[in-house]
Nanobody, 123 residues
């Protein structure tokens, strides 16, 4: 059974930083692209970042480019999202995702989701 478990969310002031973690089962981690999505109150879930299964390539939503960094640690079967220069608009529930079809425009095809972790940025 594939499991994705997020952690690291919380409350932070604007301009601050947080690092989200997503621990994945070994099979998922070693063979599939992984990424992060987020859903703000009253809005649809949106793409944030994606990293290839090798970790060799990644890309980001324009809204977070230059502020967020996605990475993966094979030894720990964990994907990270380092979030810097946070803004109130970044407030959302952040979801870890994994699946062969994971891209910025195909979230409806994503096979595996975590339970989500709340990030709140105060102004």
């Amino acid at each position: 059974q594939v499991q994705l478990v997020e952690s690291g969310g919380g409350l932070v002031q604007a301009g601050g930083s947080l690092r989200l973690s997503c621990a994945a089962s070994a099979r998922t981690f070693s063979s599939e692209p992984m990424g992060w999505f987020r859903q703000a109150p009253g809005k649809e879930r949106e793409f944030v970042a994606r990293i290839s299964w090798t970790g060799g390539s990644s890309y980001y939503a324009d809204s977070v480019k230059g502020r967020f960094t996605i990475s993966r640690d094979s030894a720990k079967n964990t994907v990270y999202l380092q979030m810097n220069s946070l803004k109130p608009d970044d407030t959302a529930v952040y979801y870890c995702a994994a699946g062969s079809y994971l891209t910025d425009t195909t979230q409806q095809l994503v096979e595996h989701w975590g339970q989500g972790t709340q990030v709140t940025v105060s102004s």
